[in-house]
């Protein structure tokens, strides 16, 4: 397991931009965000191979959203552009033992980080 600190949550209007960041301890891994709205499950967002390379987004963020990493300094980034409303959320950075079957392998979370988009 590895210790997870996000940070970079905040309001926003429609349109506007956030970054969130995600520091971890230890080792580098798989690492990925989800986030869980109000009274709705937790979803998957992105996911980040452990040297950058490989990335995926759930449809309803690609083309806005752009996850990325810097292991020098052991944090991964989820830079969100174009938020809507529906964006609102908790964000949770998340390691995961394997990219390729990120969602089932996850073995760390962050605490979690408030993004709120208004109309």
């Known amino acids: 397991q590895v210790q997870l600190v996000e940070s970079g949550g905040g309001s926003v209007q429609a349109g506007g931009s956030l970054r969130l960041s995600c520091a971890a301890s230890?080792?580098?891994?798989?690492m990925g965000w989800f986030r869980q709205a109000p009274g709705k499950e937790r979803e998957f967002v992105a996911r980040?191979?452990?040297?950058?390379?490989?990335?995926s987004y759930a449809d309803s963020v690609k083309g806005r959203f752009t996850i990325s990493r810097d292991n020098h300094k052991n944090t991964v980034y989820l830079q969100m552009n174009s938020l809507k409303p529906e964006d609102t959320a908790v964000y949770y950075c998340?390691?995961?033992?394997?990219?390729?079957?990120?969602?089932?392998?996850?073995?760390?979370w962050g605490q979690g980080t408030q993004v709120t988009v208004s109309a």
């Open positions: 998340a390691a995961a033992s394997a990219y390729s079957n990120f969602v089932n392998t996850v073995h760390s």
């Open positions: 230890g080792r580098n891994f798989p």
């Open positions: 980040i191979g452990t040297f950058g390379i490989n990335t």
